[in-house]
């Protein structure tokens, strides 16, 4: 909880949103409340497990995992620490930030696990060529690749649940072949 949860709430808040009590009193109140929502929904998320008894797909997680929410929050203050980002824009963004990580944190949208690739048989090449390719393209600009990523993964929760609205027939098809594995 404290390492993905208040650690990350704490340093987004120190970085950026305390600065928006320059601009009037609400606007401090809207820089706490980000922190806050963000702290409280990794506390919820964390929570849910505990108490959840259906099971689930394992190839997805219900809600952004807290893990790759505070890597986003942190991914953002390296960037904006490194390119010298500054007012409005940057309060905004870190404001953004923080309650759409909190918020996918415990919504339902579906996120991807990588819990089917798996080292042992065979790999098929596209792991063989994208995994070295993401360690260099991390290794020239590690703040903006990693903001990147997290940017990428944390939209894709909401982009494959507005997938499987959009097409419901290639989701019962998946959900078929899935019964006839077990």
Same mark, same amino acid.
């Given at each position: 909880?404290?390492? &993905?949860?208040?650690?990350?709430? /704490?340093?987004?808040?120190?970085? @950026? ?13 809207? @820089?706490?409340?980000?922190? $806050? /929502? %963000?702290?409280?929904? @990794? ?5 849910? =497990? ?5 099971? #689930?797909?394992?190839?997805? =997680? ?27 824009? #940057? ?5 953004? /930030? ?12 579906? =996120? %991807?696990?990588?819990?089917? /690739? ?7 090449? #596209? ?6 390719? #993401? &360690? ?10 990693? $903001? ?8 894709? @929760? ?11 027939? !290639? ?10 594995? !077990?």
């Amino acid at each position: 909880m404290v390492s &993905f949860g208040l650690a990350p709430a /704490v340093i987004v808040y120190q970085w @950026g949103l305390v600065r928006l009590a320059e601009y009037g009193w609400l606007w401090a109140k809207l @820089g706490w409340l980000a922190a $806050f /929502v %963000y702290a409280v929904a @990794g506390a919820l998320r964390l929570a849910r =497990f505990n108490t959840r008894t259906r099971p #689930t797909d394992r190839r997805f =997680f219900e809600g952004l995992p807290s893990p790759s929410a505070a890597g986003l929050m942190m991914s953002m203050v390296w960037l904006g620490t490194k390119l010298g980002w500054d007012g409005v824009p #940057t309060l905004a963004l870190a404001f953004l /930030v923080s309650i759409s990580a909190g918020c996918l944190m415990v919504s339902a949208f579906p =996120f %991807y696990s990588f819990r089917e /690739v798996h080292a042992r048989g065979r790999i098929s090449f #596209t792991y063989v060529f994208v995994i070295p390719l #993401t &360690f260099v393209l991390i290794a020239m600009d590690p703040p903006t690749v990693l $903001f990147a990523i997290g940017v990428i993964y944390a939209l894709s @929760g909401p982009a494959l649940w507005l997938w499987r609205r959009q097409h419901p027939r !290639s989701e019962s098809v998946s959900q078929r072949e899935e019964q006839q594995e !077990s």
